[in-house]
């Protein structure tokens, strides 16, 4: 009898495991392919490694403006994708060191619940029988394929499967404009690939701030990126360089676009599948398995985390649940947070915001005030000859609580964390304008955002304050 047994080995699931064994449990591991899950294996870390080495390329391409020459330049992808394979072995092979330095044993094939504190693992040993006080699912999440005619043509790739290519294409329509579609756009597009997004909605990005999608929007289309918005693919069919897509535009026309591959990046959905939930009587949808703040299922001691409650998608989101499963499954009153989860989107610039947007604070009844920062007028982001982006910061103009920061720009990633702090902890704009930020950085962009709110920012002009709610 083991007292936890953690059904999936990704960045919910493993982190889960770890903390289970620190709090003194025995635990068991059940992974069908290779710890570390989607985000290292075929997701965050690849993608970014690519994104990498994407940037450095471009910044050969345009270092003369830097007063720097290089000649015959050029760049190999099949080493690029082997170097993404090399990054990503390394961390997977260190997780795997982790996990067995906490004395976690794991068994590798397919997990199925057979009940509220059993389950059977089915791998190369055959079928095996496990009973478990606590059970922690978190079997993350696959590429969906749009529900159309031709997306089972060879060349329609997933997100996966895109991940294998050995050359680059010379052209590629990529359905959906979220972060993965975007993310691989910027890739490919860097490597000479003429890359089409199509998205169905009005926008690109529809989760960020109608500010920084605008002016995202720009800077795709300045890197040669072609946008179709409010677009529907209704058919994919073998075409003269590989495939035709037929798109239904927002104006009613109808197009075909040629491409020699497509990326199918409209969304995932959550592995629930063969996962024995009926027997075990956990409640569930197309959505995913709901979870409440504890990660608690309807059945007690099953707790789920992750991708599979269909709620963050973001690999920090599964850990932070794994670690809050882990120890409510332990006898702990841990509870989830979810007005400061950071997203992230490693284009150029990169795309990270927190807590609401404008549009959803005054949705939600706030007054609010608005404060806008340019990096242009950053010492910092000029010299690194990247000053295109902007932060934008959303507080309560009652209380002066931040409600959210969103940012377009170079290491957006990085300076979110300042908005994520604040958030959690229910600091005030002002209090975070307070915090003196040394010069020159990129963080100075934040505190002359929040100042901008306030009507009193330094390096720009004074711009009057924009305020909504009812």
Known sequence: MYDIAVVGGGPGGYVAAIRAAQLGAKVLLVEQDKLGGVCLNRGCIPTKTLLKSAERWRNLQNCAAFGLRADNIGFDFPAVMARKDQV?????????????????????????????????????????????????????????????????????????????????????????????????????????????????????????????????????????????????????????????????TADGTEQELAAEKVLAAAGRRPVVDGLGLEAAGVAFSRKGVEADARMATNIPGIYAVGDITGRYMWAHAASTEGLTAAENALGGEAAMDYRAVPGCIFTEPEVAAVGLTEAEAVAAGHQVKVGRFNFAANGKAVSMGEADGLVKVVADAADGKLLGLHILGPHASDLIMEGAIAIRHGLTAEALGAVIHPHPTLAETVMESVHAAEGRAIHQMRTTLRRGGN
């Open 88 to 248: 990503v072995a390394g961390l997977q092979a260190g997780v795997v060191q982790l996990v067995a330095g906490n004395g976690i044993e794991v068994r590798y094939g397919e997990a199925a619940l057979t009940g509220p504190d059993s389950l059977a693992v089915s791998g190369q040993a055959g079928r095996e029988e496990y009973a478990a006080r606590k059970i922690i699912l978190a079997t993350g999440s696959v590429p969906a394929l749009p529900p159309v005619p031709g997306a089972d043509l060879p060349g329609v790739l997933t997100s996966d499967a895109v991940l294998a290519l050995d050359a680059v294409p010379r052209s590629m329509v990529v359905i959906g404009a979220g972060a993965v579609g975007v993310e691989f756009a910027a890739i490919f597009r860097a490597f000479g690939c003429e890359v089409t997004i199509v998205e169905l909605l009005p926008a690109i990005l529809p989760s960020i701030d109608t500010d920084l999608v605008k002016r995202m929007g720009l800077l795709l289309r300045k890197q040669g990126i072609k946008l179709l918005t409010g677009a529907k693919v209704t058919a994919i069919r073998p075409g003269a360089e590989g495939l035709t897509v037929a798109v239904a």
